[in-house]
């Protein structure tokens, strides 16, 4: 499952990076993956939204079984 969650974040990273910023993985704890957002998103004050409407979606498209995408 670890693969496919990386998998999907190479799928939404460019979107991130056209706007300055980027996104890491980190865990995936049970269901719910942990990533780091970098760069313009670590400050963002739209990154909750991001996180959730655009990483979140992508993953759960590709992974069905995660419940939650949390930033650490």
């Given at each position: 499952?670890?693969e496919?969650v990386?998998?999907a974040?190479?799928?939404v990273r460019?979107?991130?990076?056209a706007?300055?910023g980027?996104v890491?993985?980190?865990?995936?704890?049970g269901?719910?993956?942990?990533?780091k957002?970098r760069?313009?998103?670590?400050?963002c004050?739209?990154?909750?939204?991001?996180?959730?409407?655009?990483?979140?979606?992508?993953?759960?498209?590709?992974?069905?079984e995660i419940?939650?995408?949390?930033a650490?």
């Open positions: 499952m670890k496919k990386i998998a974040l190479e799928k460019p979107m991130l990076q706007d300055g980027d890491e993985f980190v865990e995936l704890d269901t719910v993956v942990k990533v957002l760069g313009a998103c670590a400050g004050p739209g990154a909750q939204m991001t996180l959730k409407m655009g990483v979140e979606r992508v993953i759960r498209e590709v992974v069905p419940t939650a995408v949390e650490v």
